[in-house]
Nanobody, 131 residues
Framework: QLEESGGGSVETGGSLRLSCTIS????????VGWFRQTPGKEREGVAA???????GYADSVKGRFTISKDNAKNILYLQMNSLKPEDTAMYYC???????????????????????????WGRGTQVTVDS
């Protein structure tokens, strides 16, 4: 299971940190990541991190968002700084299906930010950035 928390409302330029508690069986997948979706739009990848700690980001969030994980607690984080109104969305964490180890390298390739590559999803947490 995956459960997000930490969403809320913030002013433009503000910061939020999202957390996702992940069951151990999902936490050890090749990749876990953050995605977001607004009404009427397709879900898009925001950031991903693999077993080795390699990371990848969508161009729209590079330099502002940081993905990390606490292996002792099985928690995935997304630190979001310099938030913009266009960051407003429902944010989801997700895990890839079980599979053999893949050495993606750094940075993670774009396919690790493709929602179709993920099988397990949380219910989401809403982030609203006021202009």
């Amino acid at each position: 299971q995956l459960e997000e928390s930490g969403g809320g409302s913030v002013e433009t330029g503000g910061s939020l940190r999202l957390s996702c508690t992940i069951s151990p069986s999902y936490y050890t997948r090749n990749c876990v990541g953050w995605f977001r979706q607004t009404p009427g739009k397709e879900r898009e990848g925001v950031a991903a991190i693999d077993r080795d700690g390699n990371t990848g980001y969508a161009d729209s969030v590079k330099g502002r968002f940081t993905i990390s994980k606490d292996n002792a607690k099985n928690i995935l984080y997304l630190q979001m700084n310099s938030l913009k109104p266009e960051d407003t969305a429902m944010y989801y964490c997700a895990a890839e299906p079980e599979g053999d180890y893949v050495n993606y390298g750094f940075p993670l390739p774009p396919e690790t930010l493709t929602p179709a590559g993920y099988s397990y999803w949380g219910r989401g947490t809403q982030v609203t950035v006021d202009s």
